[in-house]
């Protein structure tokens, strides 16, 4: 079978996405994210891992500036072609979120859609200490992660498949240990027969340990929850928001 390369990345990752992470969510997201950290036209926001920009273009819709950062050119410049035709405070910045530069010094720090789980213990402790230096005093980090050790264990590994469009999905998961990781290789089909086959890592950590990493990076975690300003985080909830606070 042809491989699917450039054409399966570029024409259709955002509708996929979007799929898997419908709308709603960003808006009730957002929603939180506003009151919770008196965010206001002026503010500024890092976004980290930003994606197709979902969270910063709805951000920046409310007057509130935004660096999105992102390491997929076709993510990036669909963002600044957003941007430019709506007129909105966001920079983007295609880069590897563990190099990237800016001056600027920020409210909020955003790594969300479960983002942070790609990283291992140095590179999380090594980004983690850059977002709490980019951070004014009393600034916040809000993380959103499907993938710490207070869900992946009270749930089982199943293999699966799912389709969507033409595309078919056919993922093999495993669990590894030293690190603590899951690892999915997931086959993608499409209806010409063409195929692509990808290795996806999150690594896990529980809340003590992510807990840890942030007060290393002299960041203070406050709140856990499963529904953002709503629903305390339990265990087994299928997703996790941590809040933390630099001292």
């Not at 799929?19 to 950290?37: G, K, N, S, Y």
């Not at 600044?80 to 983007?92: K, M, N, R």
């Not at 880069?95 to 790609?118: I, R």
């Not at 007060?215 to 928001?241: D, M």
Request: proline share 4%; charged share 20%; hydrophobic share 40%.
């Amino acid at each position: 079978m042809s491989n699917i390369n450039d054409d399966f990345f570029n024409g259709h990752y955002k509708e996929i996405w979007k799929t898997l992470i419908p709308a709603e969510l960003t808006v009730r997201e957002v929603d939180f994210m506003v009151p919770h950290f008196g965010l206001q036209p002026g503010s500024r926001v890092l976004d980290l891992m930003c994606g197709y920009g979902r969270h910063a273009l709805a951000l920046g819709r409310k007057g509130i500036a935004v660096t999105a950062v992102d390491n997929l050119r076709d993510y990036t410049d669909e963002i600044i072609q957003a941007a430019e035709g709506e007129e909105l405070p966001v920079e983007v910045i295609c880069s590897d979120v563990l190099g990237f530069s800016t001056d600027h010094q920020f409210d909020l720090a955003l790594c969300m859609g479960n983002s942070l789980n790609f990283f291992n213990a140095t590179e999380m402790a090594s980004l983690l200490a850059a977002v709490s230096a980019r951070l004014k005093p009393g600034g916040h980090l809000l993380v959103s992660s499907w993938s710490i050790a207070e869900i992946q264990f009270t749930k089982p590994l199943n293999n699966s498949w799912s389709k969507i469009g033409e595309y078919t999905f056919l993922s093999s998961v495993q669990l590894h240990f030293q690190p603590t990781r899951i690892e999915v290789d997931t086959i993608t089909l499409r209806g010409d027969g063409a195929s692509e086959t990808k290795k996806g890592i999150d690594y896990i950590y529980s809340l003590n340990e992510m807990d840890a990493f942030l007060q290393q990076a002299g960041l203070r975690l406050t709140e856990v929850y499963s529904i953002p300003g709503r629903k305390k985080f339990t265990l087994g909830e299928p997703r996790a928001y941590l809040v933390a606070q630099k001292a």
